[in-house]
């Protein structure tokens, strides 16, 4: 599929007789039929097509008038692929793949893996998208054999450019020929492939690859997923996402979405290679609500999701959630537990308003010992408040406690930074006081209350000395740097949410002084990333985090088809040079 620079969808005819792109729509009237109705509607094949009824499945087979198509009808099993080896196998073969599409690969040139999320577009505005093994399917009849230039760009990649200027490349198509292009990586995290939304490998299968998802094309029925949350839990990975969008219609669900896998440990794909989810799905198959928790209006959005124990010892699944009536309306708050039997959140405690400080938004939390007792340590970036890791505790907002520099009594509105004899601001946790985060520090400095040096979440950019301003993210323990790594989105950067930054600190509070860019983009979000610790190799030298990547909030009018407002996940190696200059957080102490 290509598109338009202006967002809209452009049509797409196949060059020879053959229709193999019925595979890529998901509907498959019959077990040995493909409707023809359905194929030209979802694929837009120019051609005129008069239909008789099948005795043996009361559908629709085609008749085609004209010599400018003809139609073979191909045998396919359920949704199109076949299962070889546990692993599928597109159900037709080399001889229409020869004989329908050119074929264009997009390797990284340092890893050469298939790079997801690269456009070409052509003189005349037509782009393309690489799918999740960096492979574009191309079938235009007027193209055959002709020379076609492509702009070739992608977010933290660049394409050498010519004398004149012009990254590009000029392409001959030819059916059935493979073409493969290199392009540099300027990210220091290396693009892996986009885990939710439609068509993940619709260009692989095209072209007649096998590909390692058993649902290749769309799970959950899934077209977008906001803000992604993932922790293992009885034997499995839980996965949990905010807004949820569907192809069928343009209001999707708003009670967030659930699914599972497979450990790569445990038989699972290794996530090098993928993530297989199994949604939670209603009767169509769609995914459906796991926190609506009986509110029959409104949004309900959750975070901090966590494994506690109960009174009994037994381990919980657990989160906080807030309901809304609009983003400047919440309605209440409180802790849900997750019913296995229901598979389903239900509200364990609800919560006064005055206590949403307990935990702040997008919060991933992580646990701590410290004097033989354990702490659950919460925050929008780095942790910022704790409670001791139980569940009882977890419910119980008069637990928690606040990592704060004020005073006794202080509050947001008279804040009084608290000093030891030599001048320094106390940090420690407390109670009776808010919490000091990045956006309470610039309040201080602002007052003259706190020094720029003496904030602890203000972190400097490596290659220019300027402050980053980070907005959401993650902290976890890493063995191999044996320091705590925070992975964050800036606000406010060369793309307004779509700059991620690494750094490291002694301790999870920080003070994080040095963040180095790991991913860029152009006019583009890239939000509430997270780094999931579970799927670490090589003793935490390689750690991998997915973010929200969406056009929402970037001022770019063009969404990218089928990879807006989904996550899409990267690898990081992190005895990567370029990283070097992070490491002298390590001093700080």
């Known amino acids: 599929m290509y598109y338009n620079r202006t967002g809209g969808v452009s049509e797409v005819s196949p060059a020879c007789p053959l229709v193999p792109c019925a595979f890529a729509s998901g509907f498959f009237p019959g077990k040995n039929e493909v409707s023809m109705r359905q194929a030209s509607s979802l694929f837009n094949i120019r051609s005129v097509v008069r239909s008789r009824p099948t005795p043996s499945s009361g559908r629709s087979s085609p008749l085609v008038l004209g010599n400018a198509f003809r139609v073979i009808v191909i045998a396919v099993a359920t949704r199109g692929v076949l299962v070889s080896g546990g692993r599928p196998s597109v159900g037709f073969g080399q001889e229409s793949r020869a004989t329908t599409y050119a074929e264009v690969q997009i390797l990284d040139s340092h890893s050469q893996r298939g790079v997801p999320l690269v456009e070409l577009t052509t003189v005349n505005g037509m782009t393309f998208v690489t799918d999740n093994a960096g492979r574009i399917a191309i079938a235009e009849p007027g193209w055959e054999g002709q020379p076609i230039f492509f702009h070739v760009r992608s977010h933290g990649y660049e394409y050498p450019a010519d004398g004149f200027g012009f990254r590009g490349a000029t392409i001959t198509i030819r059916p059935g020929e493979k073409t493969v292009l290199s392009i540099d990586r300027k990210n220091i995290a290396e693009r892996m492939y986009r885990i939710t939304g439609e068509g993940l490998y619709r260009d692989s299968i095209l072209l007649g690859y096998s590909v390692p998802l058993r649902q290749p094309l769309i799970q959950g029925q899934v077209a977008g997923q906001d803000s992604a949350f993932s922790l293992p839990y009885q034997g499995k990975i839980y996965w949990f996402w905010g807004d949820t969008n569907r192809m069928r219609y343009p209001l999707g669900h708003y009670g967030m979405a659930g699914a599972t896998s497979v450990p790569p440990d445990a038989g699972g794909l290794p996530i090098a290679a993928g993530i297989e989810l199994n949604y939670f799905v209603d009767q169509e198959g769609f995914s459906r609500p796991v926190c609506r928790l009986g509110f029959e209006h409104g949004v309900v959005w959750s975070d901090a999701f966590t494994v506690l124990p109960d009174h009994h010892g037994e ?216 780094h999931h610790p579970h799927f670490d190799m090589q003793g935490g030298r390689i750690i991998f985090f997915e973010g929200t990547y969406t056009r929402e909030f970037s001022g770019n009018d063009s969404p990218t088809p089928r990879y807006d407002y989904n996550q899409i996940l990267y690898r990081l190696d992190l005895a990567d040079a370029r990283l070097q200059p992070a490491h002298g957080d390590a001093q700080d102490r």
Not at 413 to 438: E, H, I, L, S, Y
Not at 495 to 515: D, F, I
Request: proline share 8%; net charge neutral; glycine share 6%.
């Open 315 to 530: 381990e919980q699944l657990a989160c906080h959630y807030v309901h809304l009536a609009s983003l400047d309306r919440p309605l209440g708050h409180g802790i849900a537990v997750f019913d296995p039997q229901r598979e389903e959140f239900v509200v364990m405690r609800r919560w006064n308003m005055e206590d949403r400080w307990c935990v702040p938004p997008q919060s991933h939390p992580i646990t701590m010992t410290e004097k033989e007792r354990t702490w659950l340590l919460l925050g929008s970036v780095y942790p910022t408040v704790r409670v001791p890791a139980t569940l009882e505790a977890f419910a119980d907002p008069s637990s928690y406690e606040a990592w704060s520099c004020l005073q006794p009594g202080s509050t947001l509105a008279t804040p009084q930074v608290d000093r030891d004899a030599q001048g320094r601001p106390v940090w420690k946790w407390r109670r009776g006081v808010p919490p000091v985060d990045a956006a309470c520090e610039r309040q201080l400095i602002d007052a003259g209350q706190l020094e720029q040096h003496e904030a602890r979440g203000w972190p400097r950019d490596a290659a220019t000395g300027r402050l980053v301003q980070l907005h959401r993210g993650s902290v976890h323990w890493n063995d191999f740097r044996k320091r705590w790594v925070m992975i964050a989105t800036e606000q406010g950067g060369t793309s307004y949410l779509g700059e991620v930054w690494y750094g490291e600190a002694l301790h999870p509070t920080g003070p994080w002084r040095t963040v180095v860019k790991i991913v860029t983009h152009d006019q583009y979000s890239f939000y509430n990333p997270v």
